[in-house]
């Protein structure tokens, strides 16, 4: 069984940064595509940012572009998400998934097997 656990989520003021991480372990399989997601309450989730099996491809949504950054450690199975220059807006849950059929790791909610706890952010003014 694949267990997600993320780590990293806090309060911080408009402008500050935070680091999350995301380890996915219990895989048979080497790499997976992963992925960043965020839920606000009363939204749907959507993708923030997703990375390759391989880390040689990314994707990452337009309000994230230039603020934040996807990297996966050398460590199996291991991601994190570098925001900086954080928005009251870019409050919400933040959700590590992993797993997805034929090396897939664009921003689909639903392609993804695997999924975290989540992890709150907040971010005030």
């Known amino acids: 069984r694949v267990q997600v656990v993320e780590s990293g989520g806090g309060a911080v003021r408009a402008g500050d940064s935070l680091r999350l991480a995301c380890s996915a372990s219990g895989s048979p399989y080497t790499d997976l595509s992963m992925g960043w997601f965020r839920q606000a309450p009363g939204e749907e989730r959507e993708g923030v940012a997703t990375?390759?099996?391989?880390?040689?491809?990314?994707w990452v949504a337009d309000f994230a572009k230039g603020r934040f950054s996807i990297a996966r450690s050398d460590a199996k199975n291991t991601i994190y998400l570098q925001m900086n220059t954080l928005k009251p807006e870019d409050t919400a849950m933040y959700y590590c998934?992993?797993?997805?059929?034929?090396?897939?790791?664009?921003?689909?909610?639903?392609?993804?097997?695997?999924w975290g706890q989540g992890t709150q952010v907040t971010v005030s003014s």
């Open positions: 990375i390759s099996h391989s880390g040689e491809s990314r």
């Open positions: 998934a992993a797993g997805t059929e034929s090396g897939y790791y664009g921003p689909a909610v639903h392609a993804y097997k695997y």
